[in-house]
């Protein structure tokens, strides 16, 4: 009796966080740091709450935003930063059906176009299927389970490149004057479904897609560039981002006039044109594009011969050439595996810089590589055309210059661009982590996916969100560009499943 006595006595004069945290938790009540009073009192220190006291005595934060801080790093605050990886497997396995759109009759006069089976959107602003968007959101769809999903998607951009001859920016009118960056190929690799005759259709489509890419090989003259094609200096065909009109974006109108007016000297169709390259290119905008890192106006992209997109094509010439075998057209095999070698060698001779340890877009204008340091020279190694020394050498560079504390950069310019530092985006991720993977480098593409994770989850316990993109250096959301973060958001959530899939209790 009197030994269960000492033991209740013992429970009720257990301390409470006012008594354990004093001064500290007067700071975070007072000060609201939590909007419920509850949130603090329920959280759980990560460590000793004498080791916490003494830090906190040491630290003295004096702003809310450092006492916030300070709270963050120390404990584990319900419905703030205590959602994991494994959580966030779950919140996006939930997510997808929330992404999900059905078709609909296409009402006269919208922008819309119309499409086929269900698919799904980025998210936010973003309210129609995009191209390149798709091909990491259906990665996460192929480990998650939603393998109809890739099949609708799938069906789709069939029936868009059969309609229209080649895949738009997204599915609105105002983007059929453009593509972005080829990824049908590799979408194909991710369907289960091997009905001959759909594999027929779906390689009809592919070629004329390449035919789309290619069709300026017909107009080439002294310039030695027309439409996406340019001609290199030894007569090797390689491919440029390009848009077939030269006006203000529709759904940038107003800014494109602004950076029209802010360089007189060149005729504003000229800088609309390199524009809407841009966006096609999908990293709009970077100082990829630019002569000037620091103005807009002076992006120049058709200018550039891209090593991301040239890469991509490589991609597709030997997939045709893989699926026209298996097809039985030996022909058509031998020809694309004969433009598959052509391009991979020129890739080697046009786009590695070797003294740097990198490969980079070249400049039509020097006819040199360019100076610009970019996450686009993982894409060789993605697509199979990097040497094991190469690889080695590009691995050292991203060491050097792109790799942040929350995954790589974009470039390691500061510029304001969305597509420069301090930005991350998932698309790149997955192409630096499949690339050096298979390239030799297993280490660096396992650090690359445990620090974006590790930013994704992060953001996400603060959040609750999926973003578009991230500041990767110091693991918050990104900014920058010509519209807010937004959350959603297809890739992210793509690329996130694919790592978690792939890595597992390794990113633990």
């Not at 490589?314 to 052509?342: N, V, W, Y």
Request: aromatic letters at 10%; glycine letters at 8%.
């Amino acid at each position: 009796m009197q030994q269960a006595q000492q033991q209740q006595q013992q429970q009720q004069q257990r301390p409470s966080p006012a008594d354990i945290y004093g001064p500290l938790f007067s700071a975070v009540q007072v000060g609201r740091i939590f909007p419920d009073g509850k949130t603090f009192v329920d959280a759980v220190p990560k460590r000793a709450p004498d080791a916490i006291m003494a830090d906190y005595a040491r630290v003295a934060p004096r702003t809310p935003d450092a006492l916030r801080a300070f709270v963050l790093e120390n404990f584990t605050v319900p419905g703030v930063n205590d959602r994991g990886a494994d959580d966030l497997r779950s919140h996006i396995r939930n997510l997808w059906p929330m992404l999900v759109r059905q078709p609909a009759p296409v009402a006269t006069g919208s922008s819309a176009l119309p499409m086929t089976a269900p698919y799904v959107v980025p998210g936010g602003r973003f309210r129609e299927i995009y191209y390149w968007d798709s091909y990491f959101t259906m990665l996460g769809l192929a480990v998650d389970g939603q393998q109809p999903l890739i099949e609708s998607m799938l069906a789709d951009f069939t029936d868009t490149i059969e309609r229209y001859g080649h895949i738009p920016n997204g599915m609105r009118t105002y983007y059929l004057s453009r593509s972005q960056p080829p990824f049908f190929a590799l979408m194909l690799d991710l369907s289960k479904d091997d009905d001959p005759a759909l594999a027929a259709r779906r390689l009809a489509a592919l070629k004329r897609e390449y035919a789309y890419w290619m069709k300026g090989a017909n107009c080439l003259d002294a310039s030695g560039a027309c439409e996406r094609v340019v001609r290199m200096p030894d007569g090797t065909l390689l491919n440029r981002y390009w848009d077939d009109r030269a006006l203000p974006r529709d759904e940038s109108y107003a800014e494109d006039l602004i950076t029209a007016k802010e360089d007189p000297s060149r005729p504003a169709e000229t800088l609309y044109r390199h524009l809407r390259a841009g966006a096609e290119s999908g990293w709009d905008y970077s100082s990829r594009w630019l002569s000037d890192p620091q103005r807009l106006a002076s992006i120049r992209t058709t200018d550039i011969v891209p090593v991301d997109l040239n890469s991509l094509m490589l991609i597709m010439e030997e997939a045709i050439a893989k699926r026209s075998a298996a097809a039985g057209d030996q022909a058509t095999a031998a020809e694309f595996t004969r433009l598959a070698a052509k391009r991979k060698a020129a890739l080697n001779r046009y786009f590695w810089v070797a003294k740097e340890g990198r490969y980079a877009d070249w400049d039509r204008t020097t006819r040199s590589p360019t100076p610009r340091v970019s996450a686009a020279m993982f894409y060789p190694l993605f697509a199979g055309a990097a040497s094991p020394q190469q690889a080695a050498a590009v691995a050292a560079t991203t060491r050097r210059t792109l790799l942040a504390p929350g995954g790589v950069r974009t470039t390691p310019l500061r510029t304001g661009q969305q597509w420069d530092a301090p930005n991350g985006w998932a698309p790149l991720q997955w192409v630096a982590i499949a690339g050096f993977d298979k390239s030799g480098q297993p280490d660096l593409a396992r650090e690359i996916a445990k620090r974006w994770i590790d930013t994704v989850a992060t953001t996400y316990g603060e959040t609750g969100k999926m973003l578009e993109k991230y500041d990767v250096d110091e693991r918050k959301p990104g900014g920058g560009g010509e519209y807010p973060t937004q959350d959603g958001f297809g890739w992210t959530n793509g690329v996130a499943s694919a790592i978690l899939e792939k890595y597992g209790a390794a990113l633990k």
